[in-house]
């Protein structure tokens, strides 16, 4: 593999001028080359082996693709259900930004390199995305300004790829008692191809971030997905994730909670089916005195799929008065499926209020047998045991328009 990515790199970047940006990206392609995909040899990956993924489901991965050409937007893709401004990938490559609905003096995108903002990690998966990102975007919204419309962010891939890495990057500065919502759609029409999105987001004092993840189409492709959010004094962060289409998925949350009074929520579902194999890892770190900090995930898994959920809260020494609490549920409806929590509590301070649970078990017979004295036929029963399980998560969103939509998708209003 060495060999190739170092001319797949070769040949994406070849006319580029700018040699603190090459260098960078030289400095992270090295370090993807010295770790490889992440294996079960490290921790953090020891229930999802991307590199055995990858082998069996896509085999050799391609580095480089052309993206010289314009690629048209199918206008069928596009949302209908609420007025919102867009930001287009296809095949990694922005070919959209619309924020119509905005003032223009109060969101400014930058196409920038900006090394400030970068984040310098050990995760090989993000050295890959630094390394063939091709642009680096800036979107930063100005003091006092809240969005009128949510920004919806969608990652389209064609069928003329196969077998091929699409690495996106996007970078959100919040200034203060600013607010930003954003829903995430993925939508495939490639198999087999591993698409890698990094997002920071860094949350001045008062800011506010919505963010809704939804991967529900159908498809084969592997894909990782990384946030990293940081928050100053009294910002909060809401993540939603719906997890569902792809063949694998793993969306991964680091969460800096900075700032007195800053909080984090992070909510997410798993509706599993066919040999999918999805994971959800959190990391909150409670830095500062008074806290907060909230998770709650279910699963519900048939024929043969599996789930992960790995979610640490740390609590550093100076972090008294830290409220951190985080509990996961699945519901088996196969002997096959498989869920695997891991829910971790890494404590420095003696004055805090954490705690955290995991429970796994197949659904209530009696609940059944109840509805369906009620008129309810068997299948009917099983459909509304389940979306009343969902149900409790899918509350939790307090973006009633967002939250709408969501249930439509998971088709929770019938």
């Given at each position: ?231 100053l004094k009294n910002s909060v962060s809401e993540t939603f994730i719906l997890s569902n289409g ?77 409220d951190g609490y985080q509990l996961s549920k699945c519901i088996l409806l196969d002997k096959n ?78």
């Open positions: 593999m060495e060999n190739k990515i170092k001319i797949d790199f070769d040949k994406t970047f070849k006319n580029y001028s700018s040699n603190d940006e090459l260098d960078f990206k030289k400095n992270n392609l090295e370090n993807f080359i010295k770790e490889g995909l992440p294996g079960r040899k490290l921790e953090s990956w020891k229930f999802s082996d991307l590199n055995q993924i990858i082998n069996k489901n896509i085999g050799e991965l391609n580095f480089y693709i052309d993206q010289s050409k314009e690629n048209l937007i199918d206008n069928a893709l596009i949302i209908k259900d609420f007025d919102h401004n867009k930001i287009v990938f296809i095949n990694g490559k922005v070919e959209e930004l619309d924020f119509s609905f905005e003032d223009k003096d109060k969101v400014k995108i930058l196409k920038e390199f900006d090394m400030s903002i970068k984040i310098k990690s050990k995760n090989s998966l993000l050295n890959l995305n630094n390394a063939f990102c091709k642009n680096f975007y800036k979107i930063n919204i100005s003091k006092n300004y809240t969005m009128n419309k949510p920004l919806i962010i969608y990652h389209v891939s064609t069928n003329n790829i196969s077998s091929t890495t699409l690495n996106s990057q996007l970078n959100f500065i919040l200034e203060e008692n600013s607010s930003l919502k954003i829903v995430d759609i993925y939508e495939d029409k490639s198999e087999k191809n591993f698409i890698n999105t990094f997002y920071n987001f860094i949350l001045k004092e008062n800011a506010i971030l919505k963010n809704f993840k939804i991967d529900k189409l159908q498809n084969s492709n592997i894909k990782y997905s990384y946030n990293n959010i940081d928050q792809s063949k694998f998925l793993k969306n991964e949350i680091n969460c800096n909670l900075n700032g007195q009074y800053s909080s984090a929520f992070i909510n997410g579902v798993f509706s599993l089916d066919a040999d999918k194999h999805h994971e959800i890892r959190t990391s909150v770190n409670h830095l500062v005195e008074n806290t907060k900090s909230y998770q709650l995930i279910k699963s519900v898994l048939d024929d043969k799929s599996k789930s992960v959920y790995q979610g640490k809260i740390y609590v550093s020494p100076n972090a008294q008065k830290t499926t498989e869920f695997n929590a891991k829910p971790e509590l890494e404590i420095y301070a003696d004055d805090v209020k954490c705690s955290h649970g995991s429970a796994s078990g197949s659904l209530n017979e009696n609940s059944i047998f109840y509805l369906r004295s009620r008129g309810l036929n068997y299948k009917q029963a099983k459909k509304l045991l389940i979306s009343g399980f969902f149900l409790d998560v899918i509350e939790k969103i307090t973006d009633e328009e967002i939250k709408s939509f969501i249930k439509k998708t998971m088709e929770l209003n019938q």
